[in-house]
Structures are given as structure tokens and as C-alpha cells.
């Protein structure tokens, strides 16, 4: 029996093992402990995007599994995932003010640009008053993409979109060095644009 | 004792800088400076990391077989790294998104793997806990002064405040990071080199006297 665990692989196995144990107890204690729910990643965006802690309705929420994701508002180049309607304040000048959060196909190698976008609606008029960005995947250049692009988005919706092709009709917004990343942003934009003229007529 | 210190700090920091002297950890290197406030970041993440994998394994440097060094090691790593995703995704979710892929990356950095196995295994845990954090001091300055250039030229910006309009693009982009690189690397060399001939020159004047007589 001595010998067994004198032998140099026992020893190795065993350092190992404990090792294994000790990290993945002291991980599992601290996610548990600095665990983020879908909400409170919800509420830190809102956060981002107002200034302060907002309260809302949940319209669309797609997250998590991949039958739920199935649930998303999909569009030719791009779907929403998040729509929120945020309660109204009694010192609000906007009828309306919802909340979403929109991914764009079409980027750097075929990879996506994730945005939020706030659209506030007055007298009738759907205007886009905030774009800022989420996540994006397989973009890097991303960078690029500074206050004057997203600033460009900032405009009263129309039957109009949005278009990185310097050749096409529409709202020019693109970005020289970063067209593809710029192009997916563009398209999340557009879907949201898509969602607004479909539901309230622009 | 205090000379050791010194030791440690100067090549860790200056001597062999991990960056522009030894050449590793370039990946985060060359993806991640295109502005300075990255660099600082990623610094201040592969610092902690270094300083408490050096501390780990030092302690454990008498019980880990040497056999199965380089996985333990690994573990140890992967551990503090996870660790410092975990309290950057609750703490500071900015700062995990900016820094995205290459922070899980940090457990593959030769950086901390090398010191680990050259320095950590070898020594105390003072030492070891110094090496980490001069190392890791190093590594900071070395991206930090890439990113400063690169966002420099390449966005008219430094730390996000606008200098001027003119830029170059070349510098965002990837053939950018490995030019800048490469300049970094050469004027550092030489600059390492220059002090070193210094040195000699007033410890040893004669080698550098042509008129000297040879024996």
C-alpha cells in the first residue's frame, strides 16, 4: 500500500486532483457570489443609455436558449432580440420612449454588430435619440466607429433607410477603414427602422 | 537582499522586458493596442494575474511533481483568470467587453507561463510575488506606449481626447500593429544596446582605445 502511493504518478494524479477541487470550488463560490441575471444586465444598459434606473414593460426579451432565441423579430440582414417599453415620467416631453436592442448581420467576416437604440416618439414623429453599442462579434475595427457615427443615426424616422454603400440612395452613414463593421451597424438600425414604420408608420 | 530586489525589478521591467526584449504575449500585443487606455487595461488584468500565479506557485513549488509542472500550472493560471473575468463582469462590464476574447486568452500568455516555470518554481514567494509585479509592470508600459503611438497616428487621439483631425489609417490596422511593433522592438534594442556600451566603456575603457597596445 506505501508503495502504491510512493509511486511518482499516484503523487502527480493526486497534485492535480487537488488542485482541480480546490480552484473549482473557490470558481463556483465566486460565481455564485458575482452572479449578473439577464435583469440586472438589462438595468445596467438602461443605465448606460438614461443616465439612471429606469422602470419598463417587457415587449420582446429574447435571451438565453437557442428555442428562445428562435423567438426574435428576424429580418433580411439582422434581428431584434430586446424591446422595452419605458414608463413614462410625469416631467417626459415624449408620448413614447422604447428601448431596443437590435443585431445587425453583414459585418467583418460575416460577423455582427449588436446596438441599443432608443427611440422617443413626439407628436406622431418616431425620431431615433440614442444609438450605443452592445457587443459585436468577429469586428476589429470596431474602434473606428466613434460618437460621429453613431451620432448620424440620430434622426426622425422616415421611409428611409440607412446605407454604408456611398453608391446607394438613402441616409449615407459609413465609416472609410470600417465599411463592414459600419454596414452591420447600419442594418441593426435599419431593422429597427423596419420595426417602427411596420408598427406605428414611421 | 535589497540588491536582489533591484535585480528582479530592473529585469523584469527594463532588462528583459517581456514585450520588446523577449517577444512574448504578443497576441494581446498586437490586437489590443489600438488606443493606450487598452493597454492599460490588459496590463493591469496579466499583472494581477502574474503576481498571484507567482505567489501560488511558489508555495506549491515544493509539492508539485515535476512531471505534471506545466499542467499544474496551467490550472493555476486559468484559475486567477477566470477569477479576474468573473469580478470584471460584475464589477466593470465595460471593461470586460472592451477587453472581450483576450482576456480569456491570458491563461495561453507565454508571459506567465514562463515566469512560472523560469522564476516561481525557483524561488521564495517574495521574490516570486516581485517578479510578477515588476514583470507585469513592464508588459503594461510596453503596451501602453504601443497603444499611445498607434491611437496617436492612427485616430488623431490620445486616452480618447481628440488632438487633431489628420490620421493615419494604416495605424488601426493589423500590418499597423506589427510596423509599430517592429519599430518598438528595434529602438529598444538599440537603446538597451547603447546603455550597455556605455556601461562597458566606463568600466573598461581600454577595449574601446584603438590606440591601445595589444598584449
Known amino acids: 500500500m506505501r508503495k502504491f502511493f510512493s509511486n511518482v504518478w499516484v503523487k502527480c494524479i493526486s497534485v ?5 477541487l480546490v480552484s473549482g470550488g473557490l470558481i463556483a463560490i465566486l460565481s455564485d457570489l458575482l452572479y449578473v441575471s ?28 437557442d428555442e428562445d432565441k428562435k423567438t426574435a423579430l428576424n429580418y433580411d440582414k439582422g434581428k431584434i432580440e430586446k424591446i422595452f417599453f419605458i414608463d413614462k415620467e410625469n416631467d417626459s416631453d415624449t408620448e413614447y420612449d422604447i428601448l431596443f436592442r437590435s443585431t445587425g448581420n453583414e459585418g467583418y467576416k460575416f460577423g455582427t454588430v449588436t446596438l441599443w437604440i432608443r427611440v422617443s416618439v413626439k407628436d406622431g414623429v418616431s425620431k431615433i435619440s440614442k444609438v450605443i453599442l452592445d457587443s459585436y462579434a468577429k469586428q476589429t475595427l470596431m474602434g473606428k466607429l466613434g460618437s460621429e457615427y453613431y451620432g448620424a443615426f440620430l434622426v426622425d424616422i422616415t421611409d428611409e433607410y440607412f446605407t454604408a454603400d456611398k453608391e446607394s440612395d438613402g441616409i449615407k452613414n459609413t465609416v472609410s477603414g470600417a465599411t463592414k463593421s459600419a454596414t452591420a451597424g447600419v442594418n441593426a438600425v435599419n431593422c429597427v427602422i423596419n420595426y417602427v ?5 414611421g | 537582499m535589497k540588491n536582489d530586489y533591484k535585480k528582479i525589478a530592473l529585469d523584469g521591467a527594463i532588462r528583459n522586458n517581456p514585450t520588446f526584449k523577449l517577444v512574448l504575449g504578443t497576441c494581446p500585443t498586437l490586437a489590443l493596442t489600438t488606443a493606450a487606455m487598452n493597454g492599460i487595461y490588459m496590463g493591469i488584468a496579466v499583472t494581477f494575474v502574474l503576481m498571484c500565479s507567482n505567489a501560488l506557485v511558489s508555495i506549491l513549488r515544493r509539492i508539485i511533481p515535476k512531471e505534471v509542472r506545466i499542467p499544474a500550472f496551467v490550472l493555476i493560471i486559468a484559475t486567477f483568470v477566470t477569477i479576474v473575468r468573473l469580478v470584471l463582469d460584475y464589477f466593470l462590464p465595460d471593461l470586460n467587453d ?9 491563461v495561453v500568455n507565454c508571459i506567465i507561463l514562463a515566469r512560472a516555470e523560469s522564476f516561481a518554481s525557483k524561488n521564495s514567494l517574495l521574490p516570486s510575488i516581485a517578479d510578477g509585479l515588476f514583470n507585469g509592470i513592464g ?30 489609417d494604416f495605424f488601426g490596422t493589423s500590418a499597423g ?10 529602438l529598444f534594442s538599440l537603446i ?6 556605455k556601461k562597458i566603456k566606463a568600466e573598461k575603457p581600454e577595449l574601446f582605445d584603438l590606440n591601445a597596445e595589444v598584449k
Open chain 1, 16 to 20: 492535480l486532483l487537488a488542485i482541480i
Open chain 1, 38 to 65: 439577464p435583469e440586472e444586465r438589462t438595468g445596467r444598459a438602461l443605465k448606460k443609455i438614461y443616465g439612471e434606473e429606469k422602470t419598463y414593460q417587457t415587449v420582446l426579451d429574447v435571451d438565453g436558449t
Open chain 1, 197 to 201: 414604420n411596420g408598427s406605428f408608420g
Open chain 2, 98 to 106: 472592451i477587453m472581450g476574447l483576450y482576456l480569456p486568452l491570458i
Open chain 2, 139 to 168: 508588459f503594461t508600459f510596453a503596451l501602453t506606449l504601443m497603444g499611445a503611438v498607434r491611437e496617436i497616428l492612427g485616430r488623431g487621439e490620445i486616452f480618447g481626447t481628440r488632438l487633431w483631425n489628420f490620421t493615419i
Open chain 2, 177 to 186: 500593429a506589427f510596423f509599430t511593433y517592429a519599430v518598438f522592438i528595434a
Open chain 2, 192 to 197: 538597451i544596446g547603447m546603455v550597455k556600451d
